[in-house]
């Protein structure tokens, strides 16, 4: 029997799991003891990735639409040649930009970036990533407070900190690991504290709960702000030596009384005073976020508006504190930094000379054909496509028609597409119904790679069993792309992942994310190597758990972090007597993945969850309509979709809110096409709804 160390590819903690091996089958699948992230645990969905030997169909080859509607399998060399001939033809018709990408935070480095580099680099046009619904806002928060899109913080600060605040976050589903650290903390009367409009199941575990008036976390950080300041809660030395705009900031907040934070949040003077206390008291304060602050339409001020708590309080780069956001997807830091898309390979900035001619000259193009300029939004790119301007389109690794806002347009969008190549695992998914080319590719359990976490820790994914003689991975796949698109010199250095990822090194070298240190064969069977990690400094970067920010010095041009702040805005969607319900979305079960196309992946979900679309109604509202448990409603939003739900009852959500899990291609029927303005990221948990009972 052979182990194969290997990570899970569906959330951002990216645990190590040690696969044991007989006969090309995985017999037994044990988290990886000792790994600093999971060490010996890890949640159903990577105990359950084995799964993937059965559930993936073996051998499979691609499929092309014919003309009479049936889709026909061809040989590989064929699929390349059809959608390189095809991508070719509709930009010399219709012009560069005609074709466009959408890729994932769930593939590995490598591939992020031999796609960024074929289509974003050669082909000269957009792709976005499925990290725009995700972690945008938080990314473009960084990038204006820290100066880079750096989340400092370690695993480990959730152990130290001795008030751990979760805002718009439910570690106990999204992220059970993060959760296992919490209960690791020792620290004597430590407190969790959760912001959540509903009570979810972290609220329910926490030692004090705040439930706002959903949308309103931007108000309630600006009062607490101006409550600190007022008090002289705040720590002057940390803001002068390391901060930009504090003196504009507090004059800012002094608008935000008490009286107003109550109006905004719907919180009493009590609860928003105690919760002041709470961080005023706090030793080693850690504020951590996730979607309920990410995918609003003032996402990033919001974001922006947490990091600034921590700053002010000094509560930054010391053991148990940060402004943290944490990551969703198990490679969305990888994509942010390496998929070509919003910023040059490893953070740099597309209007920036010689950092493209540096650029050009390591992954060897001529640096004429290097991305010019940022993509275009996701939003944009489905807006394109519905106007007759995009033609064609290849998304990898991600499931549109289900995850995208209002998805019916994308589903109206689709059908307008001479090209649309769906590169996915299981042919089955919603994307897949009106795909003209089908590439079926390995799963991770078959494939080699780099994924980075939410705590900036590169990590190993390693073949865990071999590939039969027709399998290929989206590496693979992408490159036989580019070879028939004749991109000739221009992919000669890109032949493997591995030969990629020293690609990768080199670029990050100076950078923040400075890895040359960090080596193939020193990444397999490790413990995972947080970055920074330059080479030639490796003892000086020996410890296995690192923080950034400890010395006070963030990545802006004079190394200090920047308080941002911005009148909020007018909510697009207020509660009125047509729309009276807020509808909000998010995770469902720690079992269930997204658009659940994986679920088959993991063991006992088929059996325990819904199979039809459900949603949480508050139980007086429930009464005073007489719904009774798992009745059915038809939900209209303010997007002009109606879709139906089965009801469940509970008092964890509030009267005037729905709660619909995102696993049901429903949910997203009914969200709005609404965006923050800075990340473009949507407005998921924003909606306003109305329902009526259907009698059945
Ligand atoms: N089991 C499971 N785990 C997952 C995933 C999965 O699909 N399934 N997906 C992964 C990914 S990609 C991501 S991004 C993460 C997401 O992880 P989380 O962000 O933790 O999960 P969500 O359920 O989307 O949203 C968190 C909470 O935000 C709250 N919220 C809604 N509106 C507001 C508001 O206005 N203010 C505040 N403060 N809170 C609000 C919701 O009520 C919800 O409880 O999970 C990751 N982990
Ligand atoms: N209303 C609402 N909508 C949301 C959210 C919300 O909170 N509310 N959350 C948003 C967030 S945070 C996210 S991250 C998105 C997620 O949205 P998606 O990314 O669209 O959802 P997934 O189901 O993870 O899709 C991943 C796809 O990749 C496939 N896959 C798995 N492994 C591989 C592989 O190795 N190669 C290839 N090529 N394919 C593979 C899977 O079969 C699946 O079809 O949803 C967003 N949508
Ligand atoms: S889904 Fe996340 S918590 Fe669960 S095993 Fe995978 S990486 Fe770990
Ligand atoms: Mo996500």
Redesign the pocket.
């Known amino acids: 029997m052979k182990k194969v160390q290997s990570c899970c590819?569906f959330c951002a903690i990216d645990c190590n799991l040690d696969f044991y091996v007989e006969d090309n089958r995985i017999v037994k699948t044990v988290p990886t003891p000792g790994y600093p992230v999971n060490d010996g645990f890890s949640c159903i969905k990577g105990i359950s990735l084995s799964k993937q030997q059965t559930t993936v169909k073996p051998d499979a080859l691609p499929k092309i639409r014919q003309a009479d509607g049936t889709m026909k399998e061809v040989p590989w060399e064929e699929g390349f040649r059809y959608v390189a001939d095809k991508l070719k033809e509709l930009q010399a018709k219709y012009g560069r930009e005609s074709v466009a990408g959408i890729s994932?935070?769930?593939?590995t480095l490598e591939e992020f970036a031999i796609f960024g580099h074929v289509m974003r680099n050669y082909l000269q046009t957009n792709v976005d990533g499925?990290t725009r619904?995700?972690m945008a806002s938080a990314a473009v928060a960084h990038k204006m407070t820290y100066g880079y899109d750096a989340p400092g913080y370690t695993l480990k600060d959730l152990e130290l900190s001795d008030t751990i605040i979760f805002i718009g976050s439910n570690p106990i589903v999204a992220h059970p690991i993060i959760w296992g650290r919490v209960q690791q903390n020792k620290v004597p009367g430590h407190k969790v504290i959760v912001i959540d409009p509903r009570r979810s199941e972290t609220a329910k575990n926490a030692d004090y709960w705040y439930g706002i008036t959903p949308r309103s976390d931007l108000y309630l950080i600006y009062t607490i702000s101006n409550i600190l300041i007022e008090n002289d809660w705040i720590d002057h030395k940390f803001i002068e030596e390391h901060t930009n705009h504090f003196e504009e900031f507090a004059e800012f907040v002094k608008a935000f009384t008490l009286e107003r934070g109550v109006r905004h949040t719907g919180l009493s003077k009590e609860q928003i005073m105690e919760l002041v206390d709470l961080i005023h008291n706090g030793k080693k304060v850690s504020f951590w976020w996730t979607?309920g602050v990410n995918?609003g339409y003032e996402a990033v001020r919001t974001a922006n508006g947490i990091m600034n708590l921590a700053l002010m309080t000094g509560n930054i780069g010391k053991p148990g504190t940060g402004g943290n956001s944490i990551t969703?997807?198990c490679n969305a830091m990888g994509s942010r930094l390496f998929s070509n898309t919003t910023c040059l390979f490893g953070g740099g900035d597309f209007g920036d000379e010689n950092e493209r001619k540096r650029l050009a000259d390591i992954i060897g193009i001529d640096p004429d054909l290097m991305a010019k300029k940022p993509t275009i939004p996701y939003n944009k790119i489905v807006e394109g496509i519905n106007a007759g301007e995009i033609k064609g389109l290849w998304i990898?690794?991600?499931?549109?028609r289900?995850?995208w806002?209002n998805n019916e347009t994308f589903a109206e969008a689709t059908k307008k597409l001479e090209l649309f190549v769906v590169?996915?695992?299981?042919d089955t998914?919603e994307s897949a119904e009106d795909a003209t080319v089908y590439f079926p590719?390995v799963?991770?359990i078959k494939k080699a790679g780099t994924y980075i976490n939410l705590e900036r820790r590169m990590s190993a994914m390693r073949p865990v069993l071999k590939r039969g003689e027709n399998e290929i991975s989206?590496y693979e796949c992408i490159l036989g792309v580019a070879k028939a698109l004749g991109m000739g010199k221009a992919i000669e250095r890109w032949e493997t992942p591995e030969e990629c990822f020293n690609m990768l090194r080199r670029i990050s070298v100076g950078k923040p994310c400075d890895f040359s240190g960090v080596t193939w064969d020193g990444l397999t069977d490790s413990h995972g190597i947080q970055w920074p990690y330059p080479a030639g400094r490796e003892e000086e970067f020996s410890a296995e758990e690192r923080r950034l920010y400890s010395d006070g010095k963030f990545f802006t041009p004079n190394q200090r972090a920047n308080f941002v702040f911005e009148e909020p805005q007018p909510n697009p969607y207020v509660p009125n007597e047509e729309f009276p319900l807020i509808f909000n979305?998010?995770r469902g079960t720690v079992g269930q993945?997204?658009?659940q196309?994986?679920t088959k992946e993991v063991r006992f979900v088929e059996d325990v969850s819904s199979k039809k679309a459900y949603l949480f109604m508050n139980t007086k509202q429930a009464e005073e309509n007489d719904i009774h448990h798992m009745d059915v409603v038809r939900v209209y939003s303010v997007n002009g979709q109606n879709a139906d739900f089965h009801v469940k009852i509970t008092d964890d959500v509030p009267y005037n809110q729905l709660y619909a899990p995102?696993h049901y291609i429903e949910?997203?029927k009914l969200?709005p096409s609404s965006y923050d303005k800075y990340s473009r990221e949507p407005n998921?948990?924003g909606a306003t709804c109305r329902f009526e009972k259907i009698t059945q």
């Open positions: 590819n994932t935070g769930q593939l499925n619904l995700c979607m995918q969703g997807q990898l690794c991600t499931n549109p289900h995850s806002t590169q996915d695992i299981y998914i590719v799963p991770g989206d979305t998010g993945w997204h658009t196309s994986r995102i949910c997203n969200t998921y948990k």
